[in-house]
């Protein structure tokens, strides 16, 4: 959903695969044998507004549908190599592929290069949400006012499918270290040139059931070479008996950099095909040295709840209310707040 890194990537790419997939068996086991997959997610929803910031309430329609092209194999070795193409299938999207990475695994643990998000995002923990709405997409349904300064959104983590190289360890007593390196975000795997470039990502995670209560832990760290800028991110959710109550904290601070700091924190509860959620989410963006930047506050009260229908098939709904604040922008235009609710049906295959 981010960049490329060329657009004929997908079909080199997919063209390798199946090259390889019919090809005679050298090195593996087995031919490098395909599977296909894919999500639709269609939503229904609209907002309106007690302060309008400068823009329109309405009713809207949001889409987000991939197909999945994975070839897998494991080599004489005992290393397994996987392959993964994520490709946008919505016609209003100008990206042809999502995600695209090759993966290799064993005892050492696990390699990624390619399209993906770097290894702390993967093991982020956020709080839990029910319905298939973030608290980043109530704002993106509200709409940033007119004049609002600098916002951040809601996301705690620094997800991004920039082209990246990963290593996780294997998981020791439920724990697992993980470290990334971007040299180009924005970009390609090549040098990057020019400021904001060579981000490294460090993440230990942590997952475990005692008598029956589940933990799910995260610390994770972000450092921009290039800006003597940071960040730094942790994740909690304890569940139990079909509840679950968690959050998470993000905060990015640098010497010429705007800081920014976000968290959330959420309930949640299971049984059968129903779940019910609870989710609050908070944005402090600051300002860079000096002041120059506006300074940017957001709040999302949000509720959610979820209905598995059959195997991949699921019915979602959110109902929220979000409020942004510019506070320190110019002009009359700097807020908006208002309600919002967004429905739909979620298919995995």
Do not use: C
């Amino acid at each position: 959903m981010k960049k490329v890194l060329f657009g004929t990537t997908t079909l080199v790419a997919a063209g390798l695969i199946s090259s390889t997939a019919f090809a005679g068996d050298v090195t593996s086991k087995d031919n490098l044998q395909l599977s296909i997959g894919g999500k639709m997610e269609q939503y229904f929803g609209g907002v309106g507004s007690f302060g309008d910031g400068g823009r329109e309430d309405g009713m809207g329609i949001n889409t987000d549908t991939e197909v999945y092209v994975n070839g897998m194999t494991t080599l004489d070795n005992g290393i397994t190599v996987k392959a993964v193409i994520q490709l946008e299938a919505q016609t209003n999207s100008t990206i042809n592929a999502d995600e695209q990475y090759v993966e290799l695994s064993g005892s050492f643990g696990r390699i990624q290069a390619g399209q993906k998000e770097d290894a702390a995002s993967q093991l982020a923990v956020t709080a839990p949400t029910v319905g298939y709405v973030s608290i980043n997409d109530t704002y993106t349904w509200l709409g940033a006012p007119v004049n609002g300064g600098t916002f951040a959104g809601g996301d705690t983590t620094w997800s991004s499918d920039d082209a990246t190289v990963s290593y996780f360890t294997p998981s020791f007593y439920g724990f697992t270290g993980a470290v990334s390196y971007t040299p180009n975000p924005g970009g390609a795997l090549v040098p990057g040139r020019g400021r904001g470039r060579d981000h490294v990502f460090m993440s230990v995670g942590y997952s475990n059931e005692f008598s029956g209560v589940g933990i799910d832990a995260d610390v994770g760290s972000r450092i921009d070479t290039s800006q003597n800028a940071w960040g730094i991110r942790s994740g909690l959710n304890l569940s139990y008996a079909g509840f679950t109550v968690g959050g998470s904290f993000m905060g990015i601070a640098g010497d010429d950099t705007s800081e920014t700091y976000v968290w959330d924190a959420g309930l949640s509860y299971a049984v059968g095909p129903y779940a019910v959620g609870f989710t609050y989410g908070q944005n402090d963006g600051a300002q860079q040295d000096g002041g120059a930047t506006g300074v940017g506050h957001e709040a999302s009260y949000m509720v959610g709840g979820s209905y598995n229908m059959g195997p991949g098939i699921s019915l979602v709904g959110n109902v929220f209310y979000a409020t942004m604040d510019g506070e320190k922008a110019a002009g009359n235009n700097d807020t908006r707040d208002g309600v919002g609710a967004v429905a739909g049906v979620v298919l995995a295959f």
